[in-house]
């Protein structure tokens, strides 16, 4: 018989010390999910699997494993409780996955703005809604299949940290979460591999072993994130101008632009020094987008909104490495807290970082918050002071 690890770094402390736990597993459907419900079980723990349906009609979501909230993938989810021998349930979260999830997706494009809608899922659905649930019928914990760790402290308090693997480490989208909710957070597979998950799935006998990793926006079925973004705002005919404010082509909304775009610019005539042009600035007010060289994308600083942090508040202004967008790399910043929120000085100019964004502040492998970008700070501008 296949022996498994029977216990992983970062189980609750607190009220529940000494005492199996009574653990809510967030099953997607997907292979990380079920092995981190299976971990939680071989640990000893009270397990029961919970998938969440997120869409009224879920077969509007992405079908064919590539989303996380289908028809299909509730399916898999509840052989995958089979197999490991929990209970499972499913729980309607339409509405509000809808109000706080789609509906803000849609309202930051309107406002010129590039959102995170997996940040603001694990934020408002998975570690808000379904936590707080939880806790109300008496679980000790939720268990997620994200690749993060949780290191305990002597005095029992909790750090959020990088996952081993770093090419698929998620701690960017979970620097949402506070104290509170990390003291009844499980992340069993932060010291683990993809590779070894989908090893062990197939050693356990999960059929989701060689499912493919769900990727882009769950609850836009065909992909078009400008043909979704047109259904819901409408076509609005605006100018393209160059740095000097040059109309220079036209487009039908400038929400289907994001900060540092290239392609899809429909340009009619090339820049006089024959370089490529990219998408520099989107402002809604008067729906007019700003095209212009590679270097004027370059960041050097930026305020930020809304921090949460994963613990204590930073007293001052201090170093620290930042990730800027879901899969970028990290850059050495100064950060100092105001009263507004946060202001962000990079040490190297970062490009493609667009208000809507988050910011994740990093201690090594800690991380110390996340804050939702406000403003940007470009190199060119800073020339000019």
């Known amino acids: 018989m296949t022996e498994f690890p029977g216990a992983f770094p970062g189980a609750p402390t607190g009220p529940s010390t000494g005492r199996r736990l009574r653990v809510l597993a967030a099953m997607s459907g997907g292979v990380d999910s079920a092995v981190a419900a ?93 936590l707080d649930k939880a806790l109300a019928l008496g679980f000790d914990a939720v268990c997620t299949g994200h690749y993060a760790r949780i290191v305990e402290l002597p005095d029992g308090g909790r750090e959020l940290h990088r996952a081993v693997d770093g090419a698929k480490d998620q701690s960017y989208v979970l620097g949402v979460l506070d104290a509170a909710q990390l003291a009844h957070s499980l992340f069993p597979l932060g010291d683990t591999t993809k590779e070894e998950i989908r090893a062990e799935a197939e050693r356990r006998g999960l059929a989701v072993a060689k499912k493919p990793d769900s990727h882009d926006i769950c609850f836009i079925a065909d992909g078009d994130t400008q043909g979704f973004l047109a259904r819901h705002l409408g076509t609005a005919t605006g100018d393209i101008v160059d740095t000097e404010g040059t109309k220079i082509g036209e487009h039908d909304g400038a929400y289907g632009f994001t900060i540092g775009q290239r392609k899809g610019l429909r340009i009619g005539r090339p820049a006089a020094d024959g370089k490529p042009r990219y998408v520099l600035d989107i402002s809604p007010v008067n729906n007019t987008v700003t095209v212009g060289p590679a270097e004027g994308l370059d960041v050097i600083g930026l305020t930020a909104i809304r921090p949460r942090w994963c613990g204590a508040e930073p007293p001052a202004a201090g170093a620290y490495t930042a990730q800027l967008r879901a899969h970028g790399e990290e850059v050495p910043v100064t950060a100092e807290p105001t009263p507004d929120g946060l202001r962000v000085r990079l040490a190297t100019p970062a490009r493609g970082i667009a208000p809507g964004q988050a910011v994740v502040l990093y201690d090594g492998t800690r991380v110390v918050g996340s804050a939702t970008i406000a403003t940007t700070e470009r190199r060119a501008l800073a020339a000019e002071v």
């Not at 494993?65 to 729980?91: H, K, M, N, Q």
């Open 38 to 130: 299976a971990r939680a079980a071989e640990a000893g723990h009270e397990v029961t699997g919970v998938h969440l349906a997120l869409a009224a009609n879920p077969q509007s979501f992405r079908t064919g494993a590539r989303g996380c909230c289908t028809l299909e993938d509730s399916r898999d989810a509840r052989r995958a409780a089979d197999v490991i021998g929990i209970p499972f349930y499913v729980w309607d979260l339409a509405e509000r996955f809808r109000e706080d999830v789609i509906e803000d997706f849609v309202a930051e494009y309107a406002a010129g703005r590039t959102p995170n809608p997996c940040l603001r899922c694990n934020e408002k659905i998975k570690f808000a809604a379904l």
